[in-house]
Each structure stands twice: as C-alpha cells, then as structure tokens.
C-alpha cells in the first residue's frame, strides 16, 4: 500500500501520552496514516520575525512523521488572515460584503504555498498518494506540479463552493479555478458544492466536461466529487453515554432546575448564524409568554481568529445582543440565553448535547457542520432531542429528517423552536432514527476510505 501525505493548515498533534486527538477529523486521518505510513505537514502555530522560518520540526510517532513548520509574520499576515480569512472564507461563505482583496496578500498566498510545496516535494516517493485539505492551500498542487511532481493529489474542501456570480466576484478566480485543475481528485462536501464548481468552470472555454464529475483543463483530466464528512458515530455515541457523569453535565443539570435546554455551540464566526439564532429565540419568548421560565437557552461559543477585526466585533455584538435579551425579558431569578465564550472539553460537550431537548444549528452558510451530527449521535432513544438545522448547511442534504429552517426567517426559526420543543416522543424517535441511520452508513472512517480510494482508482 502507498504511503500517505496529508497536508493541512494545521496538524493535530497527538498529546504527549501518544493518545491520539480528539476531533473525528483527526481521528480518521490519524487512522489512514497509521494504516499506511505517511507524513503530515503543515504550519506549527508559530509565527518568527526573521525572513526565514527555519527547520521543519520532526515528530516521529510510531509510523507517522509530523512535520511542522514556522511561518515568517508576514506569510502569515498576508496568506493566513490575509488572503484565506479575509477573501476565500467570506467569498465561499456567500457574505461579498466582507471580502476585503488585496494583490499583495493573493501573493503571500501563492508564496507560501510554494514554500510548503519546496519543503515536501524533496521527501516525496514515487508511489505516495498526497491529501490536501482545504481553502488555505488551494495552489498546493500546482505548485508541486511545477516541481516535477506527478503523484496523485486529492484535495478536499472543508467549506462551501459558492455559485458562479459570487466566485467571479473575486478579482483572481480564475487561477483559483486553474489551480484546483492540477488535482486529480476535488472533494466538496455536497452535491451543490459540486454543482456550483462544475457551473463555475463550465464557463470558460478552457474548460471541458465529459460527465458530471469529469472535467479537462489544458490537457489534464481530473474528478470533482461530493464526499459529505462525517462523524466518529459508534466512538461519539459510547462517549456520550459516558459523558453524562460528568462533573458539567451534573452542574448544567442542577442548574436547570426542571427547565428545557436549548442548544447551540458554534465557533465564533459571522457564517454560524448567531444574531439570527438570538432573535429568533427572542421572538419565540415574545409568541410565547407561557414558556418564559421553562426554558433555558445555552450558546457555547469558543472565540476564534481574534486577529481578524470582524470577528473582535461580532463577539461584542454577541455579547451585546444576548445581554440585552437578558435585560429586556429576564426576570430577577431566570436568565434566559447564558451565553459561554470559552471551549469546554469534548466529554462536557457530549453531555450537554445528550441533555438539550432542542439544538439549534442554523448557519447562514457551512460546508457540513459536525455539531448537527455530534447532537444526533449523543441522543437517547428513549427520549431524543429535536435537531432544528439550517437548510444552508451541508448537513441538511443528508439530515433532512431535522427540522429544516431559513436561518434568515427569524420567525419561521422562532415557530421551529415550538415545535422543536412540543414534539410528540414517536416523532423524535423516527426522526432520530432516520438521522442516526445516516451517521452509521456514512461515518468519518468511510468518509476517507472512500475519498483515498477514489483518488487511488480513479
Ligand atoms: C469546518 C467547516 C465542516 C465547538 N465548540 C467546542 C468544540 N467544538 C467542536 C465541535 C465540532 C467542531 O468544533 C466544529 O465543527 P463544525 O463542523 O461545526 O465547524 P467548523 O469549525 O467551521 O469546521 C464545517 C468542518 O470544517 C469539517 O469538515 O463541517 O462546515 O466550516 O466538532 O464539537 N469542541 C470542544 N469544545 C468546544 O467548546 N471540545
């Protein structure tokens, strides 16, 4: 079997017990390199000030090599929240308005993806089957191609692909779109994302189609296809079970006194939908007067990329609104919206999951969201809780037995939360079913025995 290279943005590290990271991402790649061997490579985390970032660093941990690298501040500045956080993440999460292009950043980009393709290209083997993962490296290929490199390369893009009018909106898509032609595999995670690449590329002259999933760019032919990730299921679900002993599960538990929890746990990022989601679980308290002291809503909401400006603003925008909500319909022994801006640990997490009547994952726009499979997997049968999920996340193409909303619909979302919260025990438990059916079928392990085994046969 060949060896694997995957590189990322970042390496998940396993911790100094040797245990492997938590994260069904993770978990699975870890899985694919200690099955074959391999190498994972991708940047450290740290930032120097010299022009010359130095040595890699090598991590050997049984048949797995870590190879990390520093980055110059400016590589960062230009590449990490330059040109990937502040132009491909708005641009592919459809928010135009927040896409701030400079030429000079779109250069970090491509330099620093040609710094990480001249340190691999020398350790490289024949045989070796290369997976890069997502927005950051979009040229990695290209640039190893240049090297003389002709191994098979996949790449898989962790966020949406957005429609034509939107991706020609940024001023460089059509080197974007060149480069991805120099893979051999393109994973999206849904159908539609494969669908707005192949309308976006179809455009163009140079670009030829010769089914649904094959194309040819210059000469070269390669696949698009939708992989849809998913979760560690059996490992999360035994996990939950676990997770409900803990010490943050018995607190929230006390603390709820009776009362239903309602959910959501999101990074702090404008493209989860978080504004939206408090004004519709106000608006759900103003409809509803008698629920005022039956329920609690619980937003988990780790900060990151504080870096990046808008991100500083909205979580003061969060924490405003969720205050204010607080102030206007709170009474002086109940607190509706708690809102949590740290990390909990993966168990607690679980625990919380397993205890929500109602989750509430409503993105204006992601490319899969694990947190809507993690609630699922983390339910009872005897009593599941009620998933209400947006119909912008790639999830809703295989969860479409949650209750679909228009996270935009501040109402509709509102009256979803009711039924959410008034659903009959037989129809949780077919909706559970149906959506657990779907985590057990497709799981992050066949996620990635299917992407490597396309990319190998293909
Ligand atoms: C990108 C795409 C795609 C969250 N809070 C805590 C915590 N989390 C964990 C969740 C989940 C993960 O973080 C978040 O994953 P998502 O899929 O929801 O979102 P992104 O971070 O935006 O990920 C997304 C994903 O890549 C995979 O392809 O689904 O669309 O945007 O696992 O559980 N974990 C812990 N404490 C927290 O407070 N321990």
């Not at 330059?82 to 250069?107: Q, S, T």
């Not at 993966?346 to 499979?373: F, H, I, Q, S």
């Amino acid at each position: 079997m060949s060896r694997l290279i995957v590189v990322s943005n970042r390496v998940p590290l396993p911790d100094k017990h040797g245990t492997a990271p938590t994260g069904g991402l993770a978990v699975a790649l870890q899985a694919a390199l200690n099955e074959r061997g391999g190498i994972w490579l991708g940047w450290s985390g740290k930032s120097t000030r010299d022009d010359d970032p130095g040595p890699l660093q090598v991590i050997d941990k049984g048949n797995i090599q870590y190879l990390l690298t520093d980055l110059t501040e400016r590589d960062l500045e230009e590449y990490y929240q330059g040109f990937a956080n502040r132009v491909l993440w708005p641009i592919c999460h459809y928010r135009l308005d927040l896409a701030e292009y400079a030429r000079k950043e779109m250069a970090g980009y491509f330099r620093v993806n040609r710094f990480f393709a001249e340190r691999l290209a020398p350790m490289l083997r024949p045989d070796d089957v290369l997976w890069i993962h997502d927005y950051h490296l979009i040229p990695l290929a290209a640039e190893l191609r240049k090297l003389g490199i002709a191994n098979r390369i996949g790449f898989f893009l962790h966020i949406p692909w957005p429609v034509p009018d939107v991706l020609f909106a940024m001023p460089v898509y059509e080197t974007i779109l060149k480069c991805l032609s120099s893979y051999d595999l393109i994973g999206f995670q849904t159908n539609n994302d494969r669908r707005n690449f192949a309308d976006g590329l179809l455009r163009h002259a140079w670009a030829t189609a010769k089914s649904d999933t094959e194309f040819e760019v210059d000469g070269r032919a390669f696949q698009a296809r939708a992989f849809p990730i998913g979760i560690e299921t059996s490992e999360f679900m035994s996990f939950a079970r676990k997770a409900a002993g803990t010490g943050v599960a018995r607190r929230m538990h006390q603390s709820l006194d009776g009362k239903k929890l309602i959910l959501g746990v999101d990074r702090l990022d404008y493209s989860k939908g978080i504004t939206q989601r408090i004004d519709a679980f106000e608006k759900f308290l103003t409809r509803h007067p008698d629920r005022e002291r039956n329920v609690t809503f619980l937003q988990i909401t780790p900060k990151s990329r504080s870096e990046v400006p808008e991100y500083e603003a909205m979580q003061r925008a969060v924490a405003e609104q969720a205050g204010r909500v607080n102030g206007a319909m709170g009474t002086i022994d109940w607190v509706p919206i708690r809102y949590v801006n740290r990390s909990l640990s993966r168990p607690a997490l679980a625990g919380l999951y397993r205890m929500a009547k109602v989750a509430l994952v409503t993105p204006l726009r992601d490319g899969m969201n694990l947190v809507a499979k993690e609630f699922v997997a983390a339910q009872t049968e005897e009593d599941p809780g009620v998933l209400v999920l947006s119909r912008f996340a790639g999830a809703a193409e295989e969860l479409d037995a949650a209750l679909l909303v228009n996270p935009y619909d501040v109402e509709g979302t509102a009256e979803a939360i009711r039924r959410g919260l008034d659903m009959a025990l037989e129809e949780r438990q077919e909706r559970w079913r149906a959506m657990l059916g779907k985590l057990k079928s497709n799981d992050v392990f066949s996620w990635s025995h299917n992407f490597l085994t396309s990319l190998e046969t293909q």
